[in-house]
Nanobody
Framework: QVHLVESGGGSVQSGGSLRLSCEAS????????MGWFRQAPRKTREGIAL???????GYADSVKGRFTLSRDNSKNSVYLQMNSLKPEDTAMYYC???????????????WGQGTQVTVSS
């Protein structure tokens, strides 16, 4: 079993920055792949970035160049640095973990409760 706790959400103006954190606990083999997803009202959940146990990262085109995902295995945590935020980035952001899935599809095995990000124009 894996438990994920997100933090760092909030409200910012367009062009601002936020840093999301996700602390994981539980079986390390079950959380080799860590990802961030987001869901805006009346929209489907969207994968935005994932990282494997070696630190290789993949991004969705919508955030490439603005968001940076990193991982600190010693702290069982991943971090999503979000810069140049836009109103369309407004959503609930979820941390997710999986033992092996490496695509930005919202079918990861374990999910956090989410943290809200709101970007005003």
């Amino acid at each position: 079993q894996v438990h994920l706790v997100e933090s760092g959400g909030g409200s910012v103006q367009s062009g601002g920055s936020l840093r999301l954190s996700c602390e994981a606990s539980g079986n390390a083999d079950q959380r080799k792949i860590m990802g961030w997803f987001r869901q805006a009202p009346r929209k489907t959940r969207e994968g935005i970035a994932l990282i494997n146990e070696r630190g290789t990262v993949g991004y969705a085109d919508s955030v490439k160049g603005r968001f940076t995902l990193s991982r600190d295995n010693s702290k069982n945590s991943v971090y999503l640095q979000m810069n140049s935020l836009k109103p369309e980035d407004t959503a609930m952001y979820y941390c997710a973990a999986d033992p092996s899935y490496t695509q930005l599809d919202p079918i990861f095995t374990y999910w956090g409760q989410g943290t809200q990000v709101t970007v005003s124009s």
